[in-house]
């Protein structure tokens, strides 16, 4: 089974510490997602590639996070000088071109110390 | 602004006892509303898209349905092993984003 995978599972830091994570999405799906998900609430949108083209960005993605996606496979998502609000689970997914089903990874958990 | 509001928070049935969660939502333009499972710790698991008023999908003891402004969730004699939050989400005409509900927490104890 190739579904999306992500790494690590579960990241613990302390605070002001620079994180990064990985999505690798479906393969042959050109669209990556990222979510954010705090504990009893749906996940939040971050932004979207099609691509290597980053098309979207929420507001909530503040200058202390960049997202990449340079060869248009596998994605990054950075949180530098994290904060203790940073503390949450941040999923990928994917999609294929017109079909708009997004399929989600397993989530990489993160605790801000 | 689009908007997906999810009730009950929570739901809890004994097993059998078959039940509706309600998704309403707000959206400029429709192009899909999804459901998906979620386990704890892990990433939401596709259920179901339903594209238009009056669509419905089927899927074991899952149905869902579609109206212009809320889709439902029906849970026909559900088993303990469908415990899970389940997610309601819209994605509109505009972007690629999809806009979740904050999810029904469903138990089904035995």
């Known amino acids: 089974d190739t579904g999306v995978s992500q790494n690590p599972r579960h990241k613990i830091t302390k605070r002001g510490q620079n994180v990064t994570f990985r999505c690798d999405p479906i393969?042959?799906?050109?669209?990556l997602y990222w979510y954010r998900q705090t504990l009893g609430q749906g996940p939040e949108f971050l932004t979207y590639?099609?691509?290597?083209?980053?098309?979207?960005k929420s507001r909530l993605l503040s200058d202390r996070f960049s997202a990449e996606r340079p060869k248009g496979s596998f994605s990054t998502l950075e949180i530098q000088r994290t904060e203790q609000g940073d503390s949450a689970m941040y999923l990928c997914a994917s999609s294929f071109g017109g079909a708009d089903t997004q399929y989600f990874g397993p989530g990489t958990r993160l605790t801000v110390l | 602004e689009d908007q997906v509001t999810q009730s009950p928070e929570a739901l809890r049935l004994q097993e059998g006892e078959s039940s509706s969660l309600n998704c309403s939502y707000t959206?400029?333009?429709?192009?899909?509303l999804f459901w998906y499972r979620q386990d704890p710790g892990k990433g939401p698991e596709f259920l179901f898209t339903l594209y238009s008023a009056g669509e419905e999908k089927e899927k074991e003891r899952l149905k869902a349905t579609l109206t212009k402004k809320e889709s439902f969730l029906h849970i026909t004699a559900p088993k303990p092993e469908d415990s899970a939050t389940y997610l309601c989400a819209v994605l509109s005409n505009q972007g690629g984003k999809l806009i979740f509900g904050q999810g029904t927490e469903l138990s089904v104890k035995p």
């Open positions: 590639f099609q691509n290597e083209a980053q098309l979207e």
């Open positions: 393969s042959e799906h050109n669209r």
């Open positions: 959206v400029s333009g429709l192009r899909g």
